[in-house]
Nanobody, 117 residues
Framework: QVQLVESGGGLVQPGGSLRLSCASS????????MAWFRQTPGKQRELVAT???????NYADSVKGRFTISDDNAQNTVYLQMNTLKPEDTAVYYC???????????WGQGTQVTVSS
C-alpha cells in the first residue's frame, strides 16, 4: 500500500511563497505520474500540476508561471513551489500518484494552504 504524506502548508500573505512536499513510502520513479490537486469547500477537486516519470510537467492555467512541480527520486519526494500566491489559491492541497495511465490515484491526506492578509 502506497502512503503519501504532504507537508509545508500554512498561512501566507498575498504575494508570498510556500513549498509543499510529498513524501512517498515507495519509489516515485515507479509511478507513471505524480500530481498535486487542490480543493475548497463545495467545489470539486482541481488538478494543479503533474509530473511524469520522464519529467514532463503540466499546469492548470490558473497557476502557470507561478507554481513549479518537481521531484527528487533519491528522496522519493515531490514538491510544489508556489510563488506570488493569491487569496484564490487558498485550499487543501493533495498529493497524488498514478501507477500507469488511466489508473486510479493514490492520495495523501492533504495540507491546508491559506493565503490571507
Amino acid at each position: 500500500q502506497v502512503q503519501l504524506v504532504e507537508s509545508g502548508g500554512g498561512l501566507v500573505q498575498p504575494g508570498g511563497s510556500l513549498r509543499l512536499s510529498c513524501a512517498s513510502s515507495g519509489s516515485i520513479f515507479a509511478f507513471y505520474a505524480m500530481a498535486w490537486f487542490r480543493q475548497t469547500p463545495g467545489k470539486q477537486r482541481e488538478l494543479v500540476a503533474t509530473i511524469t516519470s520522464g519529467g514532463t510537467t503540466n499546469y492548470a492555467d490558473s497557476v502557470k508561471g507561478r507554481f513549479t512541480i518537481s521531484d527528487d527520486n533519491a528522496q522519493n519526494t515531490v514538491y510544489l513551489q508556489m510563488n506570488t500566491l493569491k487569496p484564490e489559491d487558498t485550499a487543501v492541497y493533495y498529493c497524488a500518484a498514478r501507477a500507469f495511465p488511466g489508473s486510479n490515484y493514490y492520495w495523501g491526506q492533504g495540507t491546508q494552504v491559506t493565503v490571507s492578509s
